[in-house]
């Protein structure tokens, strides 16, 4: 069983649209986390929910927003995609406290 | 804030080589270590991770790092790597409460 699952791995749209990226985790993990990973690689902090409470909200576009409909879910939605947001999106889960988080597989957005 | 700053940005062996990646933090408070491997087009799995007791921890596939809290360092090691090592590495910190911070990452390649 996968413990973080995100759906779709791959997304190609164009400029303008609104998308979703959907992300679940089956470990009963209380804090789930939206990442961004540019070309570079660089592994930028976008959201963390605990608890359905949304806990850290990094300097992200408000284009950006997460949706948690319950414990094991933490979605993404984006409206009026631009080019910069081409990226590599992970969501990642972890205990309360300090254990380490598990990552999804990501989803490669690209914008057209 | 914490930041993580990795020594090298592109490392290249040969098999069979020593290698040790730099890792360096800036947050003065307790924090737990992280080392993730990022293999190419996949997503990030954990290497190791400190919590405390000895600093001198070791991860799966021969991996080890070493906590030296003075130098504010984790750095990774293996004695011999092989052409399977070839990813990117990131180091990160957490302490309570808060996010995961990730370095900028090293891209290792290992000749065969």
């Known amino acids: 069983d996968t413990a973080v699952s995100q759906t779709p791995k791959y997304l190609v749209t164009q400029m303008g649209n609104d998308k979703s990226i959907k992300c679940e985790q089956n470990?009963?993990?209380?804090?789930m986390y939206w990442y961004k990973q540019d070309s570079k690689k660089f592994l930028k902090i976008m959201f963390s929910?605990?608890?359905?409470?949304?806990?850290i909200n990094e300097t992200v576009p408000n284009r950006f927003s997460p949706k948690s409909p319950d414990k094991a879910h933490l979605n993404l939605h984006i409206n009026s995609l631009e080019l910069g947001d081409s990226a590599v999106y992970f969501c990642?889960?972890?205990?309360?406290?300090?254990?380490?988080?598990?990552f999804g597989q990501g989803t490669r957005l690209t914008v057209v | 804030a914490q930041s993580v700053s990795q020594h090298n940005h592109h490392v290249i062996l040969s098999e069979a080589a020593s290698l040790e990646l730099g890792c360096n933090y800036s947050?003065?408070?307790?924090?737990?270590l992280f080392w993730y491997v990022q293999y190419p087009g996949q997503h990030l799995q954990l290497l190791l991770k400190?919590?405390?007791?000895?600093?001198l921890v070791k991860g799966i596939k021969g991996f080890e790092a070493e906590f030296i809290k003075s130098k504010f360092s984790f750095n990774l090691r293996k004695p011999s790597v092989q052409w399977s090592d070839t990813a990117e590495y990131f180091c990160?910190?957490?302490?309570?409460?808060?996010?995961?911070?990730f370095g900028p990452g090293t891209r290792l390649s290992v000749l065969p």
């Open positions: 990642a889960s972890s205990q309360a406290g300090d254990a380490e988080a598990f």
């Open positions: 470990l009963g993990h209380d804090t």
């Open positions: 929910y605990n608890n359905k409470e949304l806990i």
């Open positions: 947050y003065g408070g307790t924090v737990n």
């Open positions: 400190y919590f405390s007791g000895d600093p």
């Open positions: 990160a910190v957490k302490n309570y409460g808060q996010n995961f911070v």
